[in-house]
């Protein structure tokens, strides 16, 4: 009967020592790029000339990223009415090795840019994502230097 009881509280003891999940542990995300991103600036280089593309009153954009895909969305506030309406949406894969990000753009409302690969160089500083490179497209006529810089939102 002893050996029984001892038993049982031994396993008792060994149970109370497991580990046990907890629900309010935050995942953290595999690579500092995945999140949602809000952009703050953004300007275009065109043969040394450069233009500052954002920010633009009443519009918004963000980016958001999961381990293998991409989506951005920029809209103006005023719901489609006014002198700065605009809607751009995209979204494709990407490849993300050291300080290269490459995106593979699947999706977008100027389907031209549609099937093309874009190579960025990226940076991050604390929530700041700064994203650098050329977009080249011969048939558009298009080559420029974009620099875009995003706040992560939380």
């Not at 029984?4 to 690579?31: G, H, I, R």
């Not at 949602?36 to 958001?64: C, F, H, R």
């Not at 099937?115 to 500083?125: C, E």
Request: net charge positive.
């Amino acid at each position: 009967m002893k050996r029984t009881a001892m038993f049982a509280l031994s396993a008792l003891a060994l149970a109370a020592c497991q580990t046990k999940p907890t629900d309010n542990v935050a995942e953290v995300p595999l690579t500092p790029i995945t999140g949602t991103w809000k952009l703050v600036s953004a300007v275009t280089i065109t043969k040394g000339d450069t233009i500052k593309d954002y920010p633009v009153p009443n519009q918004e954009m963000l980016k958001i990223l999961n381990d293998t895909h991409f989506a951005f969305m920029r809209h103006d506030l005023s719901k489609g009415k006014g002198k700065n309406a605009a809607y751009t949406a995209g979204g494709g894969t990407y490849d993300l090795k050291g300080d290269k990000y490459t995106e593979h753009l699947a999706y977008l409302n100027a389907r031209e840019w549609e099937g093309r690969d874009f190579v960025f160089t990226v940076q991050f500083k604390h929530d700041t994502l700064i994203q650098k490179g050329i977009e080249k497209i011969d048939s558009l006529n298009i080559n420029h230097e974009i620099i875009e810089t995003y706040v992560k939102i939380k």
